[in-house]
Structure formats: structure tokens, C-alpha cells
């Protein structure tokens, strides 16, 4: 999180050691939350673009999917759970700042 600017480049907030304590129950919930998140915007998203009426992405280890096919779900399910990870635990040590004054990170 960035504080006050010195010459225009952003200063960061130290989080106490006692705020990143406090952090870690928060952030492991933010977590599982994030991973169940990301796991239903996927299996949306890939319904979406997948050919035919397939509901489920491919698996490594089915062999009737093309390679190429189970690498790009396995990008596409990358870079969603990714994403939805940085959201929320960015949210996540957001809300812990306004409710405790401290940055929960560095």
C-alpha cells in the first residue's frame, strides 16, 4: 500500500509485526474464499468458450481432449485464479487497514 510520495514516487506503509499476526487468519479465509471464487468463474468462463456442449474443462489425463486444449484451459484457469487471488487479497488487507489502521503486508 502506498502512503505519502517523496519526489513523486509513492512511499510504502510498513505493516507491524503484530498486523501481520493478526493478518493471517484473515488472509487464509480471503484464500479458500478466493480459490472457490476463481473455481466458478472458470468452470462460467469456459462454458462460455469451449466448442460443443462440453461443461467441464479437460483434465491432463483424458485422453480424448487434444493437448493443445488442455494446456489452453490450464492458462485460461491460471490466469483466472490469479486474478481473482490479487483481488481479493488485496481487498482483504484493504478491509484490515480500515478496521485496524495498520497494512497487514512487507
Do not use: C, N
Request: aromatic share 8%.
Amino acid at each position: 500500500m502506498t502512503g505519502t510520495t517523496v519526489d513523486g514516487h509513492p512511499v510504502e506503509k510498513d505493516g507491524g509485526k503484530a498486523a501481520k499476526i493478526l493478518y493471517r487468519p484473515v488472509g487464509l479465509v480471503s484464500s479458500i474464499v478466493g480459490g472457490l471464487v476463481a473455481g466458478q468463474v472458470f468452470k462460467q468462463v469456459y462454458k462460455r468458450v469451449s466448442r460443443g456442449d462440453r461443461k467441464d474443462a479437460p483434465t491432463p489425463l483424458q485422453s480424448e481432449y487434444p493437448l493443445k486444449e488442455i494446456v489452453l484451459a490450464a492458462l485460461l484457469q491460471g490466469a483466472i485464479y490469479a486474478v481473482v487471488k490479487a483481488l481479493i487479497d488485496r481487498g482483504g488487507a484493504r478491509a484490515f487497514e480500515r478496521w485496524t489502521g495498520e497494512w497487514p503486508g512487507d
